[in-house]
């Protein structure tokens, strides 16, 4: 599956990447809340793991014409790709784009800046093909993501929504940094059983949870049903359909069938 991606990569971006190497892909609208920036802050540490061969980094995306902030981070990250080893950045995120994409990942980065991720549905069908999602807490890595479980979550001492923007871009790049580095890398490269129950993992819980099924009862129960059933007939109250939101395994506890 990194074989399809990265024959992509040679003939669109002419880089050459290497299927052993840990491939890291950020890949959505670039919007300045998603913060694609937010891993290139240390250049100088980032680069250590690139020139080790420690990492691959894609990045991926569009942004809309009216957004000067999103058009202006996709030119500069485009332009530092230019002088990075293993970074890459493909122009675009059709559903053939991002069908290999989510094949040929190993992680998969979403870094918002909380409150504002609405959901990041990316992420789960990333790990439903097995890539494991390193994400700030928030949107729907609240209910899916448990870290060191099923991938990897940005959280840490003090982590408060208030504090000012400036500061919290620099803890939130140490804790993604300081993730990749001390927990990604040795068990990509070491603990090879430890990474594979990592992944399969993932793509329980996310298939678990994450489905058609539930989005389907949830709309039923919260939204058609009061509706449907917001009146009294002559003979009394309309007969109502019952369905239960839990679904048969939640996330956590399918998450811990070995």
């Known amino acids: 599956m990194k074989v399809e991606l990265f024959k992509y990569i040679a003939d669109h971006a002419g880089k050459r990447f290497d299927p052993d190497v840990l491939t890291i892909t950020w890949a959505r609208r670039f919007a300045d809340y998603k913060r694609a920036w937010l891993i290139l802050m240390d250049k100088d ?126 803890k939130d790049h140490e804790c993604v940094m300081s993730k990749i580095e001390n927990e990604i890398i040795p068990t990509y490269y070491e603990n090879k059983e430890e990474w594979a129950r990592l992944v399969r993992q993932a793509m329980r819980t996310s298939a678990a949870y994450f489905n058609s099924d539930r989005m389907v009862i949830e709309y039923y129960n919260r939204l058609y049903n009061p509706i449907a059933h917001s009146d009294v007939s002559a003979e009394g109250e309309k007969p109502q359909m019952n369905i239960d939101e839990k679904p048969s395994f939640d996330a956590w506890t399918f998450s811990n069938i070995k």
């Open 45 to 170: 540490r980032l680069n250590k793991l690139l020139e080790a061969n420690k990492i691959q980094l894609i990045f991926a995306g569009k942004f809309h014409p009216d957004d000067v902030m999103g058009r202006e981070m996709f030119n500069k990250i485009l332009h530092r790709s230019h002088t990075l080893k293993n970074v890459v950045v493909l122009p675009g995120y059709e559903l053939s784009l991002s069908a290999r994409l989510k094949r040929g990942s190993d992680i998969w980065l979403n870094t918002p800046l909380r409150p504002f991720e609405a959901s990041g549905t990316s992420g789960m069908s990333a790990n439903m093909n097995g890539a494991l999602h390193l994400s700030i807490f928030d949107g729907w890595t609240v209910e899916g993501t448990f870290d060191g479980i099923n991938g990897y979550t940005v959280e840490y001492e003090g982590l408060d929504d208030e504090m000012p923007w400036e500061e919290r871009h620099w």
